[in-house]
């Protein structure tokens, strides 16, 4: 029953900005974390970035750090990706996820228990 639905992605020229969403609804469930992954065609998927959600704590992956920013609405049980200074190797359908307790490496996309159906994100050049 739970649900986390991303939105926000299109199509951008490169050094521009997006800013992803993802909401959560239907079960209520104690949360830990929440992160971001991306996949390209052909590619296996990537740690972006992520959060935990009481103290806000937020961790990156090297080739996004500096330029994306992920923070959460704990009221509006939403997670956001402000993307800056995007690239064409930032193309990729962009999932985001949810962990109950701490587990696993965040940066593992098998430590996360629930996950959105993700959202296209095409930078041009």
């Known amino acids: 029953q739970v649900q986390l639905v991303e939105s926000g992605g299109g199509l951008v020229q490169a050094g521009g900005s997006l800013r992803l969403s993802c909401a959560a609804s239907g079960r209520t469930f104690s949360r830990y974390g929440m992160g971001w992954f991306r996949q390209a065609p052909g590619k296996e998927r990537e740690f972006v970035a992520a959060i935990t959600w009481i103290g806000g704590s937020t961790y990156y992956g090297d080739s996004v750090k500096g330029r994306f920013t992920c923070s959460r609405d704990s009221a509006k049980n939403t997670l956001y990706l402000q993307m800056n200074t995007l690239k064409p190797e930032d193309t990729a359908v962009y999932y985001c996820?949810?962990?109950?307790?701490?587990?696993?490496?965040?940066?593992?996309?098998?430590?996360?228990?629930?996950w959105g159906q993700g959202t296209q994100v095409t930078v041009s050049s």
């Open positions: 996820a949810a962990v109950a307790q701490p587990r696993g490496v965040f940066t593992t996309a098998a430590s996360y228990d629930y």
